[in-house]
């Protein structure tokens, strides 16, 4: 290695977290990198991680990535929205879409006027003026639509890992299969020199990436980087996952159904269901998670439930010394809104653009960790608002209601509880639009709204709202079912998939 400068770049840890960093940097830089990528079919990935958030669709792009293509790769679906189910107590029920919801001004919000038209006695609900969450409750999906919908995809995760490696491998990367066995670390400097593998193959680098997971073999094992534990407002620490049989055709959506321990996803795909069952260890024991799972799901399963512990928090440096780590090895924030994926692909473009090619200067791996930082909690303060603001009966549920939230959390609900007043803070993840879906969905409403709303006299107020709900109404009535549009547009043909048998039978 010439020193300091920053040629050879060994990826550890083939997930989705590793074949999305081996795509983008051996697309984006080509010859001028050598990236090798170290994986080990023995020890497997985390196997979930299925759903994803809009912003998927701008990495893509950035690397070129067709969308059909990959939809017919990875037996895609779209995701318009999230499906909260009771959330706020048993029974409830309310959409998180991913988009724009009515028409705001400048400075004042679409729900401010909604708000104002409830206490007018006119009555209607905040989605009915989002397309997104007028075509989930339909389960209708084009890409036809004026303005376009806002969306994400389901992705079997699998598949995800497998189409990214061919594009990866065609711009030049080498894959190496072996379980890593010892990290060597510089004697003075402590930067990693080289990966020692079980067959004794030594790997060396300039620069190391990784993505080994829950284990952080480079980051934490080796370098002791420090993890921020966020189990005080994230109670679930564990998953059983499993896949089944699909009965239906699919929704545009993920579900998120709440239980008395936490909450149980299900994300649709073209040829099977995936479904979890998030859980707090201190409220239900395993066994009851995989039995409770098991018996919930509505169609054969079509492997083995596996478990999955975890931890939300982030590493204190996710950039320390040589050694970046992305994906779960850098932090995790448990999955209720599909968020871990995005961090990555966030990440992975900071990375990009700031690579240190001729040496790795202190700033800008200050930078880089401080970015981190701040993208973390602005996700992990709107998880917690989902646990917070609940009406359960149950410990789990009572135990978060009643949590000492983080002063940044606060603040926000406080805001929003006063005046209704909600907002979006640079290069954070969601929207105001989400925030008030979540928070008027789990039932905190504000005391207040903007009196600019009373500018409009009640008939102005009421076609105003009426030619909203008509524009969507009318948009929706002519797209046709996702099942449908998924049939022309990106069907993935069966020898993607196989042919899968369910383990038991219905
Ligand atoms: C319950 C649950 C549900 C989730 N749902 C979502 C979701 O819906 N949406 C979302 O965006 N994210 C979700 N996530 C997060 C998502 O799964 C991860 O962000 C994503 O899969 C990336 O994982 P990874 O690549 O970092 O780690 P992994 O998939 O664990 O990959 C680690 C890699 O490192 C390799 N490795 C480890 N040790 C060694 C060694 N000694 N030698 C060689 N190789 C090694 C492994 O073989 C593997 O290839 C979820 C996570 C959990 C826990």
């Not at 990375?351 to 200050?366: R, S």
Request: hydrophobic share 40%; with cysteine; glycine share 8%.
């Amino acid at each position: 290695m010439e020193k300091g400068r920053i040629r050879k770049v060994v990826i550890a840890g083939g997930g989705t977290a590793g074949w999305l960093a081996a795509t983008a940097l051996t697309h984006q830089f080509r010859e001028r990198l050598d990236v090798v990528l170290v994986e080990s079919e023995q020890i497997g990935t985390v196997g979930v991680g299925e759903s994803t958030v809009p912003p998927i669709r701008n990495f893509h792009r950035f690397l070129q990535i067709d969308e059909q293509e990959f939809l017919r790769a990875v037996a895609g679906t779209f995701k318009l929205s999230i499906s909260f189910e009771n959330w706020r107590r048993p029974g409830d029920h309310f959409f998180h879409p991913f988009g724009i919801t009515g028409s705001s001004t400048l400075v004042c919000g679409f729900h401010h006027f909604w708000l104002d038209s409830l206490r007018r006695g006119m009555s209607s609900e905040l989605g009915d003026y989002c397309l997104e969450t007028v075509a989930s409750r339909k389960d209708q999906f084009t890409l036809q639509t004026t303005p376009q919908v806002n969306y994400a995809y389901h992705l079997d995760a699998g598949l995800y890992a497998r189409f990214l490696r061919g594009k990866a491998e065609s711009y030049g990367l080498k894959r190496i299969e072996g379980k890593i066995r010892e990290v060597k670390q510089n004697g003075e400097s402590g930067y990693i020199e080289s990966l020692v593998l079980e067959d004794g193959k030594v790997i060396e680098g300039d620069l190391f990436i990784d993505c080994t997971g829950f284990r952080g073999l480079l980051i934490e094992q080796t370098l002791k980087s420090g993890y921020e534990d966020w189990n005080q407002w994230l109670p679930c620490d564990r998953a059983v996952a499993v896949q089944t049989e699909s009965l239906g055709p699919p929704g545009p959506y993920t579900r998120a159904i709440a239980h008395e321990a936490g909450w149980r996803w299900n994300i649709p795909l073209q040829h099977r269901v995936g479904t979890g069952w998030v859980f707090s260890s201190r409220h239900m024991s395993d066994d009851e998670a995989r039995a409770r799972l098991l018996k919930d799901a509505v169609a054969p399963p079509i492997k083995d439930p596996w478990l999955v512990p975890f931890r939300s928090g982030r590493r204190l440096k996710a950039w320390n010394k040589n050694v970046v780590s992305l994906g779960l090895a850098s932090g995790f924030i448990e999955p209720l809104e599909s968020t871990s994926i995005h961090l990555g692909m966030s990440a992975i473009v900071r990375l990009v653009e700031l690579f240190p090619f001729d040496g790795i200067p202190p700033a800008l791996v200050d930078v880089f960790n401080e970015t981190s930082r701040i993208e973390m909690e602005h996700v992990r303060d709107f998880i917690i608002l989902h646990y917070h603001a609940n009406q359960r009966d149950e410990p789990m549920w009572k135990a978060c209601r009643e949590m000492e939230l983080p002063d940044s959390l606060s603040i926000r609900l406080r805001a929003w509880r006063e005046r209704a007043h909600a907002w979006q803070g640079a290069n954070e993840l969601f929207r105001v639009d989400s925030w008030t879906h979540v928070m008027l969905g789990q039932g905190i409403v504000p005391a207040q709204h903007h009196p600019l709303s009373e500018t409009l006299g009640d008939d102005d107020m009421r076609k105003f709202l009426s030619s909203l709900r008509q524009r969507i109404d009318q948009t929706v009535t002519g797209m046709p079912s996702q099942q449908a549009f998924i049939e022309q547009y990106c069907k993935a043909p069966p020898e993607v998939w196989g042919a899968r048998k369910p383990l038991v039978s219905a």
